[in-house]
Structures are given as structure tokens and as C-alpha cells.
């Protein structure tokens, strides 16, 4: 990874995370305000010790804190991760949070999981009305699929055609890792030289695919030259942009699958390559790296070879079909984490990571489409984890705030503020743990290797 791809995903991070934590916080600020409760900071990122920039207007101080971890609104009488105990030492304000009927400390613990999870709908829903929704059927995968080494373990072949999982279709090609990995699948059944088969996903495939994070399986395309790496020896030897590569040292080859295996076989080595250029058929001789790589890249625009399925909609369509999506994205998100602890294919240790599995998930190019579908992503996980029931989440406040409601009885201040430390413990070491796996995976373990 270049280190301009690695600021390219660096700056798409930081701005998706800003954008999430500032309208968080002001799903906290706004009822807060509604309800004349006092709101002392609002902090994008944590200040500890310092902050890089601050104001103050009115009662409260806005700023930027230097540690990117999050950010925070302080509301007045509230036991929060500011461990105010001198303010909760004096006898309650009619301003402070403590003092405010429960039902409205409710409204303004869940404000901020509310906003997210309509931010995640409102950018679904006008992605789908700006861009509409542009996938490539399954079904439509002509040439077949062509298939990793993991695939090939199994008894998937270069060329074979997906046609279901478990003996159910799935309509989008890109869905079929997750069709796999969601429901544990058993079988993938596939059409090879006219005839289907069925392939039996063995113990160990699933838990294989996640720990690799790329697909074992894609649509296998023509081979015609889209572009050349640097210093790239197809390009020094003559081949062209557009040229269609059709044969390797005499031999039919039509597909890039064709060209990885047996290159490997010439490091060093003169092979000669046949394409067609135009009408025009002719032989290129190539002299192979001791990389067994070409620097010849495929032309990666897939509306080339197939027919794509394009729905378009009306800012009115867009609406539910932008709800529909948010919903069915947080069910299949709440699936993985159930997946975490019931499934023996799914480790914990492999599948989560901290801000640098984060990072990767966005492209090494500025792309304005896949920056707003992983930000509508990140609201809905960031909605889901603060509503779980832990102590110093929002869902912990909910939690005792319902206690209260349902009882009649509020917790003492001094449970509440043990919980609150119990809480911020376990959410600490999981941030520890799960940014400590990422150090492990991306540089420790290349030391022991």
C-alpha cells in the first residue's frame, strides 16, 4: 500500500468518525437544551490534560480534543466518563440532569443513538435517489468464476458458475461471501462443462475465509489490457492497452486466471504471449520477472462484459427503500456478532478489529459513493454498540433509567457511579484488545513469521 492510499483512507476515516461523533453528541445536546438542562463541553475527539481548540458561548465550551477516540457532551449532574464527583457531591440543580423527571434523562440518553440510526437511513436512502442501486446478478456471471487456492480446496474450479448456496439463489454475486458466512452454509451448488454439481463447504472453509478477508471467488472476465503497473514488462515488450490476450506459448488463453498459474512456471524465461489487437492477430515475446508478474492489469470496468441490473429511483421510492436497506444492514451486522459467539467457524481474535481494520475498509482512491456507504455503515454499528446494555454506553444509562421508570426506585449515585468505572474498564480493554489485534496482524506478527 502506497503511502498516499494509506492518507486516503487516513483522512476518509477521521472525516467519516467526525461526522458521526458531532451528530451524536448532538442528539445528546439538542433535548438536553430542550429540557433546560445545563451542558457544560462539547468535545469533538477527548481532551485530556489539553485540547487543541476551544470556544465558549454561553454556558457551554465547544472544542477539539488531540486523543481521536470518540468524542463526548459533559451535561451538568450527570455520571458520566468525567467522573465529576465535587459536582455530584452538592445537592442537585434544578439545571442538572439528576434533577430532570426520568422520562426526559431517556430522551436524552437515546438521542444520540436515534440521530445515528437516522443517519444511517437519511444517506441510504439519498444514495439510492443520487446514484440508484447498480449490481451484478449472479446469474449473469457468463464466463464463470474464477477461484482462489482456498476455493480450489474445496473442489471449486476456474470457470465454474455459481448458481446457489445451500440450494437458495442469491440475486447479487457480491453476496455470496456473506450468504456463506451469515448462514454457515453447507454446500454451494455450481454449473461445470453443462452439469451441476454440488460442492461441500467442509469444516474450517468459513473461519479460512475471514482470516484471508478477500474474496475465494470472482467473475472471471476476458483478459484485455486495462493498464500497466510501473516499469511493467507486458508494456515494455509491446503490449497495448486494449489488446486481447489469447493464447500463452501456443496454447488457448483467454482469461487472466489462464496467465497467473502458468506464469509462475517462466520466471526468468522468454514466453510468448498471442493477442488481438484490433482485427489484427499477432505473437508478443515476454521476458518474465523473477516476480512471475507482468504488470498488465484487466480492464476492471464490469458493464464491459455484463449486463448489469440498474434500478433507478424518485426521491418518494428512495425513502422506504432507504429504511429497508438501514434495517436489513443492522440485522445482518447484529448476525455477525451472534456469529462471534455461537459459531466455531467465527473467532473473535479474527474477525475484530480496531481503527485500522476500520481504515482498510475504505478505498485507497477519494471516492464519494463508497465514503458515504461506509459512513451510513459505521452510524448503524455505532447506534448498535451504544445501545447495548453496559455501563458508561448509552444503553447503560437507558437500562437503569428503565429500572427507574418501571420501579419506581432510583439507583444510588454511588452504584451508578461504580457502574459507570466497571463500565469504562471493560470498554477500555476491549479498545485495547481489539486495536491491539490490528498492530498484531498489520506488523507483529510479520516479525515472527
Same mark, same amino acid.
Given at each position: ?108 440518553? +437515546? ?95 468459513? %473461519? ?40 500463452? #506459448? ?11 498459474? %502458468? ?13 488481438? %489487437? ?30 448489469? #441490473? ?75 454498540? #451504544? ?53 498484531? %496482524?498489520? +506488523? ?6
Amino acid at each position: 500500500m502506497t503511502t498516499q492510499e494509506i492518507l486516503v483512507k487516513a483522512g476518509q476515516l477521521i472525516l467519516s468518525l467526525s461526522i458521526l461523533v458531532v451528530l451524536h453528541e448532538l442528539g445528546h445536546f439538542i433535548p438536553a437544551k430542550l429540557f433546560k438542562t445545563k451542558v457544560e463541553k462539547f468535545y469533538l475527539f477527548f481532551d485530556p490534560w489539553f485540547s487543541l481548540f476551544k470556544f465558549k458561548k454561553g454556558e457551554t465550551e465547544y472544542g477539539v480534543g488531540w486523543l481521536p477516540l470518540g468524542g463526548y457532551v459533559k451535561i451538568s449532574g450527570m455520571i458520566d466518563e468525567s467522573m465529576d464527583r465535587d459536582q455530584l457531591a452538592k445537592e442537585p440543580q434544578p439545571w442538572e440532569f439528576r434533577s430532570k423527571p426520568a422520562w426526559q434523562r431517556l430522551i436524552i440518553m +437515546i438521542g444520540g443513538v436515534t440521530v445515528n440510526l437516522i443517519l444511517g437511513f437519511l444517506i441510504y436512502a439519498m444514495m439510492l435517489w443520487y446514484w440508484g442501486e447498480t449490481y451484478l446478478p449472479t446469474q449473469n456471471v457468463k464466463y464463470g468464476v474464477s477461484v482462489d487456492s482456498l476455493a480450489q480446496s474445496i473442489g471449486l474450479r476456474d470457470g465454474d458458475k455459481i448458481l446457489s448456496i445451500d440450494n437458495r439463489k442469491v440475486e447479487n454475486f457480491q453476496a455470496i461471501p456473506a450468504e456463506i458466512i451469515l448462514h454457515e452454509a453447507k454446500s454451494i451448488q455450481v454449473e461445470r462443462d453443462g452439469q451441476e454439481l454440488n460442492v461441500a463447504i467442509p469444516p474450517g472453509f468459513i %473461519r479460512q475465509m475471514i482470516k484471508q478477508k478477500s474474496p475465494f471467488a470472482v467473475p472471471r472476465v476476458p483478459y484485455y489490457v486495462g493498464y500497466f503497473s510501473k516499469e511493467s514488462a507486458g508494456e515494455k515488450a509491446g503490449l497495448k492497452k486494449g489488446d486481447k490476450m489469447i493464447s500463452f #506459448n501456443g496454447e488457448p488463453a483467454t482469461y487472466l486466471s489462464d496467465f497467473k498459474s %502458468r506464469l509462475q512456471k517462466y520466471k526468468n524465461q522468454t514466453v510468448q504471449i498471442g493477442v488481438l %489487437r484490433g482485427t489484427d492477430t499477432m505473437q508478443v515475446n515476454v521476458k518474465v520477472p523473477d516476480t512471475g508478474i507482468l504488470g498488465v492489469y484487466i480492464d476492471a470496468d464490469m458493464s464491459k462484459f455484463f449486463a448489469l #441490473n440498474t434500478k433507478k429511483y424518485t426521491f418518494f421510492q428512495a425513502i422506504p427503500a432507504g429504511f429497508n436497506k438501514c434495517i436489513n444492514t443492522l440485522v445482518k451486522y447484529v448476525q455477525q456478532l451472534r456469529l462471534i459467539f455461537v459459531s466455531k467457524e467465527v473467532k473473535a481474535s479474527e474477525s475484530l478489529g480496531g481503527f485500522l481494520t476500520i481504515g482498510n475498509l475504505f478505498p485507497g482512491e477519494w471516492d464519494w459513493m463508497s465514503f458515504w456507504e461506509m459512513t451510513a455503515l459505521l452510524s448503524i454499528i455505532l447506534a448498535f454498540m #451504544n445501545i447495548l446494555p453496559i455501563p458508561a454506553l448509552d444503553g447503560g444509562h437507558v437500562l437503569f433509567l428503565l429500572y427507574e421508570i418501571v420501579t419506581g426506585r432510583k439507583p444510588s449515585e454511588k452504584f451508578l457511579e461504580y457502574a459507570q468505572i466497571v463500565g469504562m474498564v471493560l470498554l477500555f480493554g476491549l479498545l485495547l484488545y481489539a486495536n491491539g489485534l490490528d498492530l498484531w %496482524r498489520n +506488523i507483529f506478527s510479520k516479525w515472527f513469521s
